[in-house]
């Protein structure tokens, strides 16, 4: 195992990147790099990557652009959740109140037939 | 060996987490200031010295997706 000190960071702009959707990217490296998050004084996030053992100077490039990607995707499903919250809840609602005119309905049935 | 992770990012309750796992690997001790969460780690075992920080820090941030 051959330990490295190759080091890569970017800054994340805290209004373009939500920090869930840079949990999100992180979540799916870290079996792949040493990530460490940090904010500077305009409160952007500071992503710091390590390589791990046995890990190239090239092969950290490489992560680090997967990453970058891998935050926009993030983001992106972060956006369109937030944007899809309201018809989720009014289709959610919409079912509900179906199932329960169902019921009426039968009961009117058997009315008429008396 | 001391990590400092900005309570605007980390949560207490995934550092916690982190330590119960890693417990037996090494002493942690813990602390805050205004900003930040403190962790020191001491006694350290010796197969996993030269990894157990990253691999402290990972664990962590796992944890705030979770």
Not at chain 1, 72 to 79: E, K, P
């Amino acid at each position: 195992m051959k330990n490295n000190n190759y080091k890569s960071s970017f800054k994340a702009d805290i209004s373009l990147y939500p920090i869930e959707s840079i949990y999100g990217a992180s979540y799916v490296f870290v079996d792949k790099v040493y990530i460490f998050l940090e904010k500077d004084a305009k409160g952007n996030v500071i992503i710091n990557f390590k390589a791990k053992p046995d890990t190239t100077k090239k092969d950290l490039d490489k992560i680090v652009g997967e990453f970058q990607n891998e935050l926009l995707n993030y983001t992106l499903r972060h956006s369109l959740s937030k944007t899809n919250k309201i018809i989720r809840q009014r289709i959610i609602e919409r079912a509900l109140y179906s199932s329960i005119g169902e019921e009426e309905d039968i009961w009117s049935d058997e009315e008429e037939v008396k | 060996m001391e990590i400092k992770f900005s309570k605007d990012i980390y949560k207490k309750r995934a550092i916690n987490e982190t330590i119960k796992v890693f417990n037996e690997l090494a002493k942690f001790g813990t602390k805050e200031n205004k900003n930040n969460f403190i962790v020191k780690i001491t006694d350290i075992d010796k197969d996993v010295e030269s990894v157990i920080k990253d691999e402290f820090c990972n664990y962590v941030l796992y944890l705030m997706k979770k």
